[in-house]
């Protein structure tokens, strides 16, 4: 994240609604809420409609943003935005041509982008230890992790390990074939 991109929930809840104004969009953003959730891992955005008060509510995943950084979440909030749009000018919003028309003149992505828990975790070989570390991507203490890297907090050796498979390495060639035999569940 860069310096002037927001660096806490109060900023970017300050952020999102400021830049929600500047987006070439048909939609009252003064009547839409915003909110933050520290608990949402799967989604990065939501918006949500009150069919009786009318009323719209945009909320953020403070886990996506901080994995994203600003100007990827940004695509999250055109797309949370195009919802918006079609709420307020169609009372329902869905996926779909309409949507994904509107989505494209704003270069907003068409599907929120599902977030997940991070993908992979370093884990201590220590059991008395229990230092645990997410890792989103393929960096190299995930690569190489018999490349001089240590645990965080005693400095034995760590296994990575694949959350949805569970299958675990030490090490590069362990990495690669695991790699290989995952494929496209990677
Ligand atoms: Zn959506
Ligand atoms: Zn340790």
Redesign the pocket.
């Known amino acids: 994240m860069q310096k002037q991109d927001p660096q806490s929930k109060a900023a970017l809840l300050e952020r999102a609604p400021a830049y929600a104004q500047t987006v070439d969009l048909d939609v009252d953003v003064h009547l839409i809420d915003w909110e933050i959730s520290e608990r949402a891992k799967r989604y990065a955005?939501?918006?949500e409609y009150n069919h009786l008060t009318e009323q719209i509510t945009i909320t953020l995943a403070w886990a996506a943003y901080q994995e994203y950084g600003w100007a990827e979440f940004t695509g999250t909030i055109r797309?949370?935005l195009?919802?918006a749009w079609e709420f307020q000018h169609f009372g329902d919003?869905t996926?779909g041509t309409r949507?994904l028309q509107k989505a494209r003149e704003i270069d907003a992505p068409?599907?929120?982008r599902p977030f997940t828990e991070a993908r992979l975790q370093l884990v201590c070989t220590n059991e008395d230890c229990g230092w645990h570390l997410d890792r989103h991507r393929a960096s190299k203490s995930v690569t190489n992790p018999d490349d001089g890297y240590r645990c965080g907090r005693c400095k034995h050796r760590y296994e990575v390990q694949h959350v949805d498979s569970g299958a675990c390495w030490r090490t590069n060639d362990e990495y690669e074939r695991v790699r290989q035999w995952l494929g496209k569940d990677w």
């Open positions: 955005g939501c918006c797309h949370e195009v919802h919003s996926h949507f068409r599907y929120c």
